[in-house]
C-alpha cells in the first residue's frame, strides 16, 4: 500500500505532510513519558523487523495479486502508539529514499495510511480493549486480527480518498474502492495471523514487555535479549533469504489500479513530481530491492518468470535495508532521550 507521487497531487501530498509532521510533533512530546534505555534497541530492531517482512508479497488465491504485512499494529503492541508511530516513519523513508518505494511527495500519505490508522486507532479502541483483562494466547489472537483487519481497511480507504481528492480521474471512486477494499481484506488476514504469531513469541519470551507497554511503562529491568536476539535473527533470515519466495504478482494497491484505469502505474504529468522522481532516482542506490541493471539486463530479464527468484542484490538489499532503518529508528529514540534529559535539567516537565 506504498503510494506513487503520481497517484496524489502536490496539494493532497502536502496536506498529508502536515498531518503526517503533527502526529509526529505529538508522538515525540508523548513518548517521553515511557522511554527509556531498553525501548531505544527495541524501536530498532522492531523498525528492521517491519522493513525485512514488508519486502515478502505472499499470492493472494484466486486474484492475480499479493500483498504483504504493513506492520503498524504490531509496531504499536511492542512499542506503544507513539514509538511505533515513529518507528513506521523511519521504515518508509528509507525505503522511499534508497530503494524507490513509495514517492517522496506520497511519503506523508504512506505514512499516515500504514501508521496512523493502526496506531492510533485499532490499537486502543480494539487491541488494548480485549487485552485489558490480560494477555493470553485467544485474547492476542483475537485482538491482533480484528486490530489489523480495521486499521488496514481504514488504510486503504484513506488510499481511495486521497486519489479521488486528487483528482485523478482515472480512479473513478466506486470502482476503486470496491476493489480496494475486498483485496485489502484478504490481506490484512494473513497480516493478523502474522501480528498475532510475533506478539505471542515476544509475550513467552517476556511477558512483562507487552504488560508495560500497554500501561504505557518504561521497560526498566525488564530483560529484552531473548527477544532482541530472535528479532535480529528473522530479520536476517527473512531480508537475506525468504525474500528471494515473494510473489511476483501486483500487490493490492496495484492491482486494484490495474483492474480499474488498465494500469498499475499512471503517469506523473506534475513538474514537481518530476522534480521529486529525480531526486529519488539519485537516492535509490537499490531500486525495487535489487541492484541497478542496465537496458540490456532489464530487457533480458524482462521474459524470466523463475521463482523463487535468488537474487543476491534482494538479500544485500534486505539485510542493509534493515540495518538502516535499525539505525534511522534507534536515532529517532536517541534524540528523543536526549531531548528529555536535557528538559530535565532545565527543570522542565516532559
Not at 109 to 116: D, H, I, K, M, Y
Not at 169 to 193: D, K, S, W, Y
Request: with cysteine; glycine share 10%; proline share 3%.
Amino acid at each position: 500500500m506504498h503510494m506513487a507521487d503520481a497517484l496524489i497531487s502536490p496539494a493532497v501530498g502536502g496536506a498529508m505532510w502536515a498531518a503526517t509532521s503533527g502526529v509526529a510533533a505529538y508522538s515525540m512530546k508523548k513518548i517521553q513519558v515511557d522511554l527509556d534505555e531498553k525501548k531505544i534497541p527495541m524501536m530498532g530492531v522492531m523498525g528492521a523487523f517491519v522493513f525485512a517482512a514488508q519486502m515478502i508479497n505472499f499470492s493472494i488465491p484466486g486474484t492475480g495479486s499479493s500483498g504483504h504485512i504493513g506492520g503498524g499494529l504490531l509496531l504499536a503492541v511492542l512499542l506503544g502508539p507513539q514509538a511505533g508511530f515513529l518507528t513506521m516513519a523511519s521504515i518508509l523513508a528509507i525505503q522511499a529514499l534508497f530503494f524507490a518505494d513509495g514517492g517522496l511527495l506520497a511519503f506523508g500519505c504512506n505514512v499516515f495510511n500504514l501508521g496512523f490508522y493502526t496506531c492510533f486507532i485499532a490499537y486502543p479502541l480494539i487491541y488494548k480493549r480485549l487485552t485489558r483483562n490480560g494477555h493470553s494466547e485467544k485474547r492476542i489472537f483475537a485482538a491482533s486480527l480484528l486490530s489489523t483487519l480495521l486499521g488496514l481497511q481504514l488504510g486503504a480507504f484513506s488510499v481511495v480518498l486521497q486519489t479521488v481528492f486528487s483528482g485523478k480521474t482515472e480512479l473513478p471512486f466506486g470502482t476503486f474502492v470496491m476493489l480496494m477494499q475486498p483485496i485489502h481484506l484478504a490481506i490484512g488476514l494473513v497480516e493478523g495471523l502474522v501480528t498475532a504469531a510475533v506478539v505471542a513469541f515476544v509475550w513467552k519470551a517476556s511477558p512483562d514487555i507487552l504488560e508495560n507497554v500497554a500501561k504505557e511503562k518504561a521497560l526498566g529491568s525488564i530483560s529484552t535479549r531473548k527477544v532482541l536476539t530472535g528479532l535480529l535473527i528473522a530479520v536476517l533470515l527473512v531480508g537475506g533469504v525468504f525474500s528471494w519466495f515473494a510473489s511476483a504478482n501486483p500487490d493490492g494497491l496495484e492491482w486494484a489500479m490495474l483492474k480499474t484505469a488498465g494500469t498499475a502505474e499512471l503517469e506523473a504529468t506534475n513538474k514537481l513530481h518530476a522534480v521529486l522522481s529525480d531526486i529519488q532516482s539519485k537516492t535509490a542506490f537499490l531500486p525495487d530491492y535489487s541492484f541497478k541493471a542496465s537496458d540490456s539486463e532489464e530487457a533480458s530479464a524482462a521474459g524470466e518468470e523463475a521463482w523463487p527468484v535468488v537474487n543476491a542484490g534482494t538479500s544485500v538489499s534486505g539485510i542493509l535495508g534493515g540495518g538502516l532503518t535499525l539505525l534511522a529508528a534507534a536515532l529517532t529514540g536517541l534524540t528523543i532521550n536526549m531531548i528529555k534529559k536535557r528538559r530535565k535539567r532545565a527543570g522542565f516537565e516532559c
